[in-house]
């Protein structure tokens, strides 16, 4: 055997442990990718539904408006009716106990349009925290990532370690976010 050959089966050998020393960090790599990924789409669908939750509290408050709005009309008809002179008086009475009829119909419905619009924007408020763990768990992880990889081209495992803590970091931020109330 030559000094060439042995040269070369000796570095083949150092490259292969190298290898399969970074075989752990390799796979911490791909299970943090899929982690962000997973956090990635977590995120983004909550914040999907804060909008589509704003979308339905704006849609709630406007119809609580129209709703106040017709009861406000209401009641300035009933005032002036109460004011006016009319020739048929049994025509009169009943014009004025259909909009007593509406006005306590609407002061029902806005009572519930209201109580559904603050509950809807307690739902936002909810995803919009949600959201914010979500977005802190994807950037904690991507650091991690990160970190993680440098590993790979320094062969130091302090790096490997340092992505390992952003991670749990992140994963906890993550996990964070479904016990949120």
């Known amino acids: 055997m030559e000094v060439n050959e ?11 442990s190298h290898e399969s020393a970074m075989r752990p960090v390799a796979l911490t790599m791909t299970i943090l990718a ?8 977590l995120g ?14 704006s849609d709630t408050w406007n ?11 209401t009641a300035l008809m009933t005032d002036l ?4 002179t009319i020739a048929d008086e049994h025509a009169a009475q ?6 007593a009829d509406h006005k306590d119909k609407w002061a029902d419905d ?17 995803a919009e925290g949600r959201a914010k763990f979500f977005d802190l768990g994807e950037a904690l992880l991507e650091i991690g ?9 320094t062969r130091r495992r302090a790096y490997w370690y340092t992505g390992i803590v952003f991670s749990l970091a992140g994963i906890v931020s993550v996990v964070s976010a479904f016990f949120l109330k």
């Open 94 to 99: 009943k014009i004025v106990k259909g909009y």
């Open 81 to 84: 009716l109460s004011v006016v």
């Open 44 to 57: 983004h669908r909550t914040h999907t539904e804060a909008v589509l939750q704003q979308a339905k509290a």
């Open 145 to 153: 990532l990160v970190i993680t990889s440098v590993t790979l081209l």
């Open 110 to 126: 806005l009572k519930e349009e209201q109580t559904e619009a603050l509950g809807l924007e307690a739902e936002v408020k909810l």
């Open 6 to 16: 042995a040269q070369e089966l000796q570095e083949h050998a150092e490259h292969g």
């Open 63 to 73: 119809e609580y408006q129209a709703k106040k709005n017709r009861a406000y009309d």
């Open 34 to 41: 899929v982690f962000v990924a997973i956090t990635t789409v």
